[in-house]
């Protein structure tokens, strides 16, 4: 009896594994397999975001030619500013900086601002490992460029600009007032330097530094020399400064917002192309459970036809 009672156990054990095996097996690739109304629900989702992306597209688009043609205008008004005022090299500190960072409030723009936040974290970097490097000064316009910097570097925070150009293009009264903001910390830092991305082509933007300079730098210029002034000159020199810097910050702004509307171009025609690619994947998924299962219905059906003749 006690043969028997162990063989029976033994038979139930195997009895009990090679019942319980199969069903896992079947339960683990049911949860791994989507069913035809998940299926369909991932379609429907898809295709929306597709539409969504194809209108973020065209109103990129669309955006993008009014800021070319606003970007050609301030170009056309910094060439007599400059020819004035000669332009500086690109700068790369080794002292105290004041870095003035233009990006803008709104992302699904690829990269466009995280370029901004990374050349303001070398040139950081760069300070730390010279010698005579000191904490630089960070002045914000937008709040992307303020997102990437702020858990690390909020320290270095000056002064952070927010919902400026956010609903249509920075106008030269709102680059005033930037420049005002610039110039009233600029002679705490040994040197204002201005980071932004220049607009280069539809689907090219370069990452730029330029030296903004200070009042003494503009107030030295020969130019000037063969010219009378009606009242003080110190003065006169001064709103020169001014209007000058004012008209960097917009042309700046404007190649900013140009590189901006152009990546998101790219951006949303790249996640539409996406898209795309993912939704033929899963109609294609959700065509061969659709087959499978009628296929299975059919034979079920055939199966029982055949049961019932020889019946």
């Known amino acids: 009896m006690l043969r028997n009672a162990t063989q029976t156990a033994a038979v139930r054990g195997v009895f009990t594994r090679a019942t319980a095996t199969p069903a896992a097996a079947f339960n683990q690739q049911r949860r791994g397999m989507a069913t035809e109304q998940q299926l369909k629900t991932r379609i429907k989702s898809v295709v929306n975001i597709e539409k969504i992306t194809k209108a973020m597209k065209m109103v990129a688009a669309a955006k993008l ?9 301030a170009r056309k ?16 500190s080794t002292t105290k900086p004041l870095f003035v960072a233009f990006s803008s409030d709104k992302g699904l723009c690829g990269g466009v601002h995280s370029v901004v936040a990374k050349a303001l974290k070398q040139q950081t970097a760069a300070l730390k490992e010279s010698e005579d490097g000191e904490d630089p000064g960070f002045i914000v316009f937008g709040d992307r460029v303020k997102a990437g910097l702020e858990r690390t570097y909020g320290d270095y925070f000056v002064e952070t600009v927010s919902e400026s150009g956010k609903s249509k293009l920075i106008s030269f009264g709102q680059a005033c007032d930037l420049a005002d903001i610039a110039l009233k910390h600029q ?20 990452t730029t530094m330029k030296t903004v300079p200070t009042l003494a730098a503009d107030t030295e210029i020969e130019f000037f020399d063969k010219f009378e002034f009606e ?16 008209c960097r910050f917009y042309h700046w702004s404007m190649e900013a917002a140009t590189s901006e509307q ?14 795309k690619e993912m939704l033929d994947e899963l109609e294609l998924v959700y065509n061969r459970n659709r087959q499978s299962r009628i296929t299975t219905e059919l034979t079920e059906i055939i199966s029982g036809a055949s049961a019932a003749e020889e019946v």
């Open 65 to 73: 030619r009014s800021s070319e043609a606003a970007l050609i205008t």
């Open 262 to 275: 152009s990546a998101r171009m790219t951006a949303m025609d790249n996640s539409s192309k996406n898209a």
């Open 77 to 92: 008004f910094i060439v007599g500013i400059e020819n004035a005022w000669s332009e500086e090299a690109n700068a790369v």
């Open 187 to 206: 002679g705490d830092f040994k040197e204002t330097i201005a980071v932004f991305n220049k607009f280069k082509s539809a689907i090219a933007y370069e």
């Open 231 to 246: 009242g003080n000159k110190s003065d006169v020199m001064k709103q020169y400064h001014e209007f000058r810097t004012a």
